[in-house]
Every structure is written in structure tokens, then in C-alpha cells.
């Protein structure tokens, strides 16, 4: 037997690292951020700005679920 976890009982992955520490963080974000994004701004009543990294709208997207109370 590995003594490799398995992937799906760890308890972090990579979807709860710090987005600044992402190796594509730097990359345009995603369609799926984009659109939520979108309609997070619209929620917020904040522009969209389609020019984000993929770790820039990670991060928007938290802050703005705060504002929202999506997400929660």
C-alpha cells in the first residue's frame, strides 16, 4: 500500500489554496468565474471588469459573495 493520501479524504485542496498562490493564478480568469462574477457585480451594483487574472477574480468573487451574502 502508498502511504500517498488519498486526494479525496485530504482535507485541503487546491481550491482552498491562496489564490496569490496559484501557478496559473496570473492567467484570464475563466468563463464560470467571469459569469458569476458578472452577476455578483450586477448584485453588488459594482462594474464588471472583464480584465482580471484568474486569482484577481477569485478573490472579487469572495468579496463580493460577502457583500451579496451569496455564497455563504
Known amino acids: 500500500m502508498s502511504d500517498t493520501p488519498n486526494p479525496k479524504s485530504e482535507p485541503f485542496s487546491n481550491a482552498e489554496k491562496d489564490p496569490h498562490d496559484w501557478t496559473t493564478g496570473d492567467e484570464k480568469m475563466t468563463g464560470a468565474q467571469a459569469s458569476y462574477l458578472k452577476t455578483l457585480s450586477e ?7 472583464e480584465s482580471l487574472t484568474k486569482a484577481n477574480a477569485s478573490l472579487k468573487i469572495d468579496e463580493l459573495q460577502g457583500k451579496t451574502g451569496r455564497g455563504q
Do not use: P, V
Not at 43 to 49: G, I, S
Open 43 to 49: 448584485e453588488a451594483h459594482e462594474e464588471f471588469d
